[in-house]
């Protein structure tokens, strides 16, 4: 099965949002965390970066129940994301849903940047939450013996 991933480019170069996304130990802690979502109907997914078609050719969505997906580039206003019309992030104040999954590692100032926007008693979700911790980034593959 072929995924529809770019994982690198002649002028960007390679795409280190698919090394860490695709990564074998990311998983089952990704999956884990889809699942959670497909619990929590309806979600909304923040993609500044454009990530999320890729997560999801990794881990697909379809049990989740999106409602919205809110972008930062303005260049990206209406398309087709994951079967929603992508919408500026400053229209997820109107959102109603349970949770936010912002498509981003490191999130914690992108989280910071709309928090003002986030409706109360909405749960965000971040990449940070499948991320490997620095000891799991090299996996050494002892001989047999």
Same mark, same amino acid.
């Given at each position: ?24 130990? +990311?998983?089952?802690? =990704?999956? *884990?965390? !889809?699942?959670? /979502?497909?619990? #929590?109907?309806?979600? @909304? ?43 500026? +992030?400053?229209?997820? =104040?109107? *959102?109603? !849903?349970?949770? /936010?999954?912002? #498509?981003?590692?490191? @999130? ?38």
């Amino acid at each position: 099965m072929a995924l529809d991933i770019n994982t690198f480019s002649n002028v960007q170069g390679g795409f280190p949002f698919f090394k860490a996304a695709g990564h074998p130990a +990311v998983a089952p802690m =990704a999956q *884990a965390m !889809v699942a959670r /979502l497909a619990g #929590m109907p309806p979600i @909304a997914i923040y993609d500044p970066s454009g990530f999320a078609p890729a997560f999801a050719q990794l881990y697909p969505f379809d049990a989740m129940s999106i409602s919205y997906v809110f972008v930062q580039d303005i260049s990206a206003l209406g398309e087709t994301v994951l079967g929603q019309t992508t919408q500026p +992030v400053t229209d997820l =104040a109107a *959102a109603k !849903v349970s949770a /936010l999954l912002v #498509m981003a590692f490191d @999130a914690e100032k992108t989280v910071r940047d709309i928090a003002h926007l986030v409706p109360a008693g909405t749960e965000i979700v971040t990449l940070d939450e499948i991320r490997l911790s620095d000891d799991l980034s090299l996996i050494h593959i002892s001989e047999p013996t």
